[in-house]
């Protein structure tokens, strides 16, 4: 089985801080995906890469910056968090990159409240 | 926005099949339908996929119409742990995934 795991569950900031959120895959997949996920706005893309040390912007970039420094980890950091930050992260990979049959695998998520 | 409709919420006796169904009228030829599904406060699950054919694994069955434009998840045993809401995707491009409002199943004991 696939297997995303991120590194909380649920995490409380204060404003300006900087905050790590760490997502690792175990099934060696090229692709990896950062979401959010909002009351009544679905899921946003933010980021994403499909190998490492590549990086391409999703939907909603901004304040927000990620790192792929091996295969199976990708890191989604805030680096001033902000309270319209609070949210829900999800993580996701992926083994076929651009095709229509791409299956993504979710983590758990991270519930980050910034105070 | 996502290119599927789904009714907002839906009723299953525990024990019975739970169909729940999705209509994507505008799917193009090469895209396939997507079944996730979210239980409170977690991750999106996948469940399965499929283009033309049925599909079966072991959490669901899908059956696509033969003119792909609506589909239906079937969970053949519904239990309580099945109380989710449930996604109907259909790909619109390589990178993303976009969730519609989904189907919100409430398993009845």
């Known amino acids: 089985d696939v297997k995303v795991t991120q590194s909380s569950r649920y995490l409380v900031k204060r404003t300006g801080e900087k905050v790590f959120l760490e997502c690792v895959q175990d099934?060696?997949?090229?692709?990896m995906f950062w979401y959010r996920q909002d009351p009544g706005l679905g899921l946003r893309l933010i980021y994403f890469s499909y190998d490492v040390k590549m990086k391409e912007k999703g939907d909603i970039p901004e304040g927000y910056s990620v790192s792929r420094e091996k295969k199976e980890r990708f890191s989604l950091i805030l680096e001033s968090a902000s309270t319209n930050q609070t949210s829900m992260y999800l993580c996701?990979?992926?083994?076929?990159?651009?095709?229509?049959?791409?299956?993504?695998?979710f983590g758990p998520g991270t519930r980050l409240l910034v105070l | 926005d996502a290119k599927t409709t789904q009714p907002p919420s839906m009723d299953c006796a525990e024990g019975r099949a739970a169909n729940l169904p999705c209509n994507h009228s505008t799917i193009s030829g090469n895209e396939y339908v997507y079944w996730y599904r979210q239980i409170h406060s977690q991750g999106p699950q996948y469940i399965i996929h499929g283009l033309k054919n049925n599909e079966t694994n072991e959490m669901a069955s899908l059956i696509i119409t033969e003119d792909r434009k609506s589909s239906t998840l079937i969970l053949p045993h519904a239990t309580l742990r099945d109380t989710a809401v449930y996604y109907c995707i259909v790909r619109v491009g390589p990178n993303k995934i976009i969730f519609g409002k989904g189907t919100r199943l409430h398993i009845l004991p």
């Open positions: 099934m060696d997949h090229e692709n």
């Open positions: 996701a990979s992926s083994s076929e990159q651009g095709e229509p049959q791409e299956t993504q695998y």
